[in-house]
């Protein structure tokens, strides 16, 4: 860190989202700057350093952590990238921001928790910024409060416009439903112990090779039942919702983010395009309370842990996805390193 405690981040990956988190920790944050950014595609690396005064530009993730001014990682290279960046970044002793999914199979994100314990101390907080928007948190503290009772049902609904064009089947639970695999435990406080996945008939208009929508149901330990509809390209825009049914009342978000008008014969609110838009509030509370914890040597949020737990039963999600049955969630038992 400078003198005046100023963060310096290496951002790995410049794509959608490794470039939003330059602008933000440019533009928005305080108490940290982008020391350097690292890309396999130099050419994209080299543009998005540009946007940041006396940032350098890298193509391999290592590199970079070795650079002078880099004291910490934001990681947002897609998630087969994940576990090696992770490791190298344990090896400089640096902390991280790892974005969602800790990483895309158990296996290896197991590999990564025992490599954590190993160097004694925890440095990741993984990127589920639910856990910083104000309508889950909202929704979060009602439950915690007890006054609806314990909760029975989660309907989830997760819509977006349009995928990356290598989006696989496997993705819409790896890279999509996780979200929701991390959100149900986080605000259920329980386990997920099975998955069901269940296909309709794909829409028309679904890109090869998706199948898409589909429906993943969820049992939890606690005997709660959570029910996600995964629409990767409906097309009209990006929605995020959630409602919980509980035994006194129930209380629902993401009906309406932004302004609702009023106009003759209609009533009715605006659609975000992406999610850089509808959780822009959301990544910018996750990564200045990343800095703030870092800068206090200290380690807040979605641990390691959630990400091994979240990414324990998006495998079993891909299993039941491939097979049509419902399927058991194995997980190791949580180490006391996490407790
Ligand atoms: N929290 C959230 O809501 C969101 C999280 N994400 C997560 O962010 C990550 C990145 O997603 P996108 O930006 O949408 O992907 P993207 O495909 O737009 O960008 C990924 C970038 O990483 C680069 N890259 C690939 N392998 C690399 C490696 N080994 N080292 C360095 N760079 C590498 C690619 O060249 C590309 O520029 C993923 O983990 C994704 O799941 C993405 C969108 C939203
Ligand atoms: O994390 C995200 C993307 O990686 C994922 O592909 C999208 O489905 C999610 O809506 C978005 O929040």
Redesign the pocket.
Known sequence: MTQQGTLGVAV???????ADHVRRINDVISGARVAAV????EA?AKAVADTADGCQAFTD?AAAMAAPGVDAVLI????P??E??LLSAFEHDLPVLC???LTPDSASALRVLEAEQRLGHRRVQV???RRYDTEFMKLKALLAGGELGRPLLLHCRHRNASV?S?FTNEMMIT?SVV?EMDQSRWLLEQEIAAVTVLKPTPSSLSPEPLSDPQLVVFETTGGAIVNVEIFATCGFGYQVQAEAVCERGTARVGDAHGMLVNRPGTWGGEIAPD?VAR?EEA?DREVQSWVNATRRGEVEGPSTWDGYAATAVSEAGVRAQATGRRTVVEMIERPAFYS
């Open positions: 790995i990956g410049t794509g959608k989202m490794g690292v890309d396999i595609d994209r993730p947002a290279s897609p998630g990238a994940h090696a960046a974005e969602k999914p990127g589920f910024m990356h290598y890279d979200h999610f959780f990544y």
